[in-house]
């Protein structure tokens, strides 16, 4: 018994280290920067270089056009459409085509911002080497949000992606704000962690397992055979409670008081990080979670190493274990059903959350003077568009899978469309700084005759914030409101048409404050008080912008084969 | 289409995107070459367009004798969201698209008193002229949206750049204002868009709807072949094509599953569409964008926003509105009909009480345009009464006439109203007088203009006005009366605005050593919208030559519906009242 366990968990490893491949190369990154400080020669090697060759050896790893399918012996690369959703490291994590697209997503992220980071002054002191490491480590932490497929994984993955960052916006250890906003981020995460802990200890105490597929089960059992108040009240409670853990991370009202001070309070370079890919990660560790406990359809196979499972019941024991699989095709069918009353309360509660966090986020958005305080409330306002995209993937769930998985595919093009324009937009936040010393958005007036590469590119950024077609923002909207859309019609329920309607209204409003950092730009003239330029940006710095800012301008040409190569990947999400 | 003509209409959009890019190389010193560059581009587009507009070419003129499409180019675009690149030409957007050509030359020959930041304003403005024409010729919901779009932020520019004193806030306000419409848009384009089912259609509606398909090797799909494929889909299959839309809307039920509160999808999409197309007419309530952006925009942008950016919603009502959902338009009927009569009311009042000379001419523009929106509302059939097509295809007709009219008018009046402001610099209507005296030709050519606006018969006004006033009798005599009447409160204002201005003793205002005569320049500018508002007035079958067989198609396409769909369902329901009636009767 004991060496058919041990023998089982070391295949089981073995073969999951592949489908981790991309994390590992990331960790032994982190391992060679910090060798590399230990030895006389290398120790003057910059540690972005190191980061950036990483970095790009993880995206090599990963393959996103081709990734491994592990399920085969030995592991083969196919075509991502063809990726089955499979288990790592007995249920741990989960290896699919969503988890591959944001994953290349953060990592292409990744290598941009440490171009970026080489462009601007913020981060070249002798701190280098800690800054890439922590940045490094939370975006380990993040890809493991982005497969989590345990609570107890969701929760570790959260620390890990939060303890760097609270790091990160310290790193300036002379700026008295950072540090201020370092410890209001700290206190503030680690209250979230801790009731998001009681929150999983109950869930996993009702349900007497943590593996979110086990769980959706137990979940969808005791909804058929009907449930006690009691238990009611201890399910909605403990969902509230890990909801509170991931609105923490997503930023959503009403957890979103540290966003503004951490990105007044760190530099731009570290708000661009914070903003995208925490957000990306803590999106779709959202989806993992809310369509995880909402749809049994979802659960993943078991690897290939261990299908009869006897391990694994051995490792869990728990009693009435058993493994979801896919060819119980009628007993499915009544557990959908059954869990109908969980998607609709998860559906529900995550629609109101995204309607307020973005209608707060654009409202709050008006008053700021400082860019980043701007930028960071956009951020919030944002992060309410991308969670509008949940609810019709809960509502869909249960009627027709195949739309539910393109819903989560909008979301998943949305983030790719962000994370350009926010890239973008703190980077001209950084170069401005460098040049002039300052973050008021007054002192950006006349920006168009002082710099007309910063003017134009962050006017194309803001507006393609806002959505405005033929910029790449309307694209992502455009595809969110139609996941919301096509729910609403599918299945009639009335709160997803409030929700469209909430989505549409906030983005005229939310022109308002775009536009007006853009008509300080453009139209304000420059006057004494306007802080002066002292140096223009270099050619590079110039050069990446417009690399960064043409995507954004060009994408409406050809957004079908970034649209077709995402519904490929997430195409078995649910099913 | 062979390549030479396939060029040709896609280069009217692409031209002006070409010569923006273009202009960025030039240098930015050299003013007199970035406005002839930027002349010569918009020249460019007028080119072709008259063009395709005479007859004689086989392959590019525009056919009078057809009421379909032409000039079709159909590309996939975006396969995963049935998006294609779908432009045509028919006649309801050829005559405003040979509008949007002629005015955006003669208004950039207007910049010429555009001094600062000549090479930004050439690049928006050519930007701004590659929208205005994308929006006419665009027959992908999708892509027509993306092209209104496009306009707004140059737009915004346009007018907060290079405006007056209250610029900023006019932007902002014709910003707001019109992108609030377009989200409204936006819903109602996802509502039609995840509802519609190619399914339903047959064979032949198929290929009249121009709904295209490419097999695996780029060969197109015949309609026949594309019906078996799609029969054999599992799922609906959605389109954006405006085209399939239309015939959903009338010989399908798929817009008519009930949505919200006992409306239907049609009901809640024409509303939706209505108000967004409402705003850039724009209709009362929904209007005050207007007089703030006309008042603050620099001349040449006043006449492109009158003359051509007004006619789009008005166009997005014939175009989308009705033959899409056709059975809301009836039941709205009276809605629409009260908001333009409205308007034309409103308008008119708001005009009578200006004081500031270009605010004046922006509320006849309210007033006017409520002519459009009354003619397209009107459908003279209510249940029981007679159903009468011809009035109905009468009030359409007025209406696009109108569109037209109205286009040359005030575009007119705007740039008449430009030139003393550039010489005078004030706008006040009761500090002028007597420049009949110092600026002869030019009073004689503005009097032409305001006339024409006024709606005197023998000048492209009066033609409009007349059919839509006529084809309203058989709705409802009430609002026949209101809006005849309303041509007295215009005369009333325009006679007492020339009567201010341009008779009287003698010129009081400031500056009065500026008052010269009209250049040269100003005279060809002015003197093609005098000509042309002449000559539409005296042979306005010139316009209707292009206009008849598309309307009459598309009025004959509704009545059928009308007809076999709508009234059927209405007697029905009469007949069901009246035994309700009887029943309950002791």
Redesign the interface.
């Known amino acids: 018994m004991f060496f058919t366990l041990v023998n089982h968990l070391t295949t089981d490893t073995l073969t999951s280290l592949i489908g981790f491949g991309a994390e590992l190369v990331l960790c032994a990154t982190i391992v060679v920067i910090l060798l590399a400080r230990m030895f006389h020669f290398t120790e003057r090697i910059d540690s972005t270089w190191i980061a950036l060759l990483g970095s790009l050896a993880a995206l090599v790893v990963l393959s996103p056009l081709a990734p491994w399918d592990i399920s085969q012996q030995p592991a083969q690369m196919v075509a991502i459409g063809n990726l089955p959703r499979v288990e790592l490291f007995t249920g741990m994590l989960v290896y699919d085509g969503f988890g591959v697209v944001i994953k290349t997503l953060m990592i292409v992220f990744l290598l941009l911002f440490f171009v970026l980071t080489k462009l601007t002054s913020a981060h070249r002191s002798q701190d280098s080497p800690d800054f890439t490491t922590l940045v490094l480590g939370a975006t380990v932490g993040m890809c493991l949000m982005v497969s989590a497929n345990h609570v107890l994984m969701v929760f570790l993955a959260i620390e890990m992606a939060s303890v760097p960052s609270y790091a990160m916006v310290a790193i300036r250890r002379v700026d008295r704000k950072g540090s201020e906003a370092a410890l209001k981020y700290a206190v503030y995460g680690a209250a979230a962690a801790g009731v998001m802990l009681y929150g999983i200890s109950l869930l996993c105490g009702v349900l007497n397992s943590a593996h979110i597929p086990t769980m959706a089960m137990k979940l969808s059992e005791m909804s058929a055979a009907g449930m006690t108040g009691a238990e009611i009240t201890i399910l909605v409670m403990a969902s509230l409670m890990i909801l509170v853990g991931l609105a923490f991370k997503l930023s959503a009202v009403p957890f979103h008081q540290w966003c503004p001070d951490v990105f007044e309070g760190a530099t731009a370079e570290v708000g661009a990080f914070l903003s995208v890919a925490s957000k990306a990660a803590a999106l779709a560790l959202l989806i993992r979670v809310a369509v995880g406990l909402g749809c049994v359809e979802s659960a993943p196979l078991p690897l290939a190493a261990n299908t009869h499972g006897e391990a694994k019941a051995a490792l869990f024991n728990v009693a009435d274990e058993k493994q979801p699989a896919v060819e119980e095709a009628a007993e499915v069918t009544s557990e959908t059903k059954s869990l109908q009353p969980v998607q609709t309360f998860l559906g529900l509660i995550i629609a109101i959350m995204a309607a307020v966090t973005c209608t707060f986020g654009n409202l709050a958005a008006f008053a700021q003077t400082n860019i980043k305080r701007l930028l960071a409330y956009s951020t919030i306002a944002h992060a309410g568009y991308m969670m509008m995209a949940v609810p019709p993937i809960l509502a869909l769930a249960s009627k027709d899978v195949?739309a539910a998985g393109e819903c989560a595919g909008y979301l998943a093009l949305y983030i790719a469309v962000y994370l350009l324009m926010n890239l973008g937009a703190f980077a001209v936040v950084a170069y401005v700084r460098d040049c002039t010393g300052s973050e008021e958005i007054r002192d950006y007036a006349g920006m168009i005759y002082r710099n007309q590469s910063i003017a134009i590119c962050m006017t194309i950024l803001l507006?393609s914030l806002v959505g405005?077609?033929?910029l790449a923002g309307?694209v992502g909207k455009?595809a969110v409101?139609?996941g919301v859309?096509?729910g609403y019609?599918?299945t009639g329920e009335?709160y997803l048409?409030i929700l469209?309607?909430v989505g549409?209204?906030n983005?005229?409003i939310s022109?308002?404050y775009y536009?007006r950092v853009v008509?300080v730009m453009?139209?304000d003239p420059v006057d004494e008080e306007t802080a002066p330029m002292h140096r223009s940006p270099g050619i590079l710095q110039l050069g990446y912008l417009w690399c960064v800012t043409a995507p954004v301008l060009l994408l409406?040409v050809g957004?079908?084969s970034l649209?077709?190569w995402i519904?490929a990947a997430v195409r078995g999400l649910i099913s | 289409m062979d390549n030479v003509a396939f060029l040709i209409v896609i280069s009217l959009i692409f031209t002006p995107v070409v010569g923006a890019i273009a202009l960025l190389f030039l240098p930015a010193e050299n003013k007199s070459l970035l406005r002839w560059f930027t002349l010569a581009v918009t020249l460019l587009v007028l080119l072709p367009t008259l063009y395709i507009a005479l007859p004689g070419s086989s392959v590019l003129s525009f056919q009078t004798d057809t009421a379909n499409i032409q000039d079709v180019i159909q590309v996939a675009?975006?396969?995963?969201?049935d998006i294609q690149f779908f432009l045509g030409i028919d006649g309801i957007s050829f005559p405003l698209l040979l509008l949007t050509a002629l005015i955006a030359f003669l208004a950039m020959g207007a910049s010429w008193t555009i001094d600062k930041h000549v090479k930004s304003y050439c690049v928006l403005y050519l930007l701004l002229l590659a929208g205005m024409m994308g929006v006419f010729m665009s027959l992908d919901f999708f892509l027509f949206?993306?092209f209104w779009?496009?306009m707004?932020?140059p737009m915004?520019?346009l007018i907060?750049?290079w405006g007056g004193p209250r610029?900023?806030y006019a932007a902002?306000k014709f910003?707001?204002y019109t992108?609030?419409g377009s989200?409204?848009m936006?819903?109602a384009l996802?509502?039609l868009?995840?509802?519609s089912d190619l399914r339903q259609l047959s064979a032949p509606q198929l290929a009249a709807a121009h709904v295209a398909a490419w097999d695996d090797a780029g060969e197109r799909l015949s309609p026949e072949a594309f019906k078996t494929r799609i029969d054999a889909s599992e799922?609906p299959v959605h389109t954006f094509n405006i085209l399939a839309l239309q015939q959903l809307g009338q010989h399908s039920e798929v817009f008519d599953q009930a949505l919200?509160w006992g409306k239907s999808?049609q009901w809640w999409a024409f509303l939706l569409l209505f108000i967004g197309f409402a705003i850039k007419v724009p209709s009362v309530p929904l209007h005050t964008w207007l007089p703030d952006a006309h008042v603050e925009a620099p001349t040449p942008i006043s006449m492109i926003l009158a003359g051509v950016l007004l006619k789009m919603g008005g166009y997005g009502i014939v175009r989308i509105c009705y033959p899409i959902c056709p059975d809301a338009g009836y039941d709205l009927v009276w809605v629409v009909c009260s908001v333009g009569v409205f308007s034309m009311v409103y308008g008119a009042f708001a005009a009578l009480a200006q004081k500031d000379f270009k605010r004046m001419v922006a509320y006849s523009s309210v007033s006017h345009m409520g002519y459009v929106v009354l003619g397209l509302g009107v459908w003279s059939a209510t249940a029981g009464n007679v159903f009468d097509p011809i009035s109905w295809s009468m009030g359409v007709k007025g209406a696009l006439f109108q569109m037209i009219g109205h286009g040359i008018s005030s575009a007119g009046m705007f740039f008449m109203v430009g030139v003393i402001y550039d010489r005078v610099h004030h706008r006040d209507l009761n500090q002028f007088g007597g420049l009949y005296g110092k600026m002869p030709i030019y009073t004689a050519m503005a009097m032409l203009l305001f006339f024409a606006g006024l709606g005197l018969p023998g000048l492209c006004g009066f033609i409009g006005e007349a059919f839509v006033v006529l084809s309203v009798w058989k709705l409802s005599g009430t609002l026949a009366v209101i809006s005849a009447a309303v041509v007295i409160l215009t005369a009333a204002y325009i006679l007492w605005a020339i009567q201010r201005v341009y008779l009287g003793p003698e010129y009081k205002g400031p500056h009065p050593e500026a008052l010269t005569e009209i250049t040269w320049r100003e005279t060809l500018i002015a003197l093609p919208l005098c000509v042309l508002a002449v000559v539409l007035g005296v042979f306005p079958s010139l316009m209707f030559r292009y206009l008849d067989k598309t309307v009459d198609q598309q009025v004959a396409d509704l009545t059928e519906w009308t007809e076999q769909v709508k009234l059927p369902q209405l007697r029905a329901q009469q007949a069901e009242a009246d035994q309700d009636v009887a029943a309950n009767q002791p």
């Open positions: 195949a507006v405005l077609p033929p309307f455009f409101f139609a859309a096509r019609l599918a009335t048409a469209l309607a549409c209204v983005t005229a022109l308002f536009l008509k453009t139209i409406i957004w079908d649209n077709v519904q | 675009w975006i396969p995963s969201f949206y993306i779009e496009v707004l932020l915004y520019f907060g750049v610029k900023e902002i910003f707001l992108l609030f989200v409204l936006l819903i996802l509502m868009y995840f509802n799922y919200l999808i």
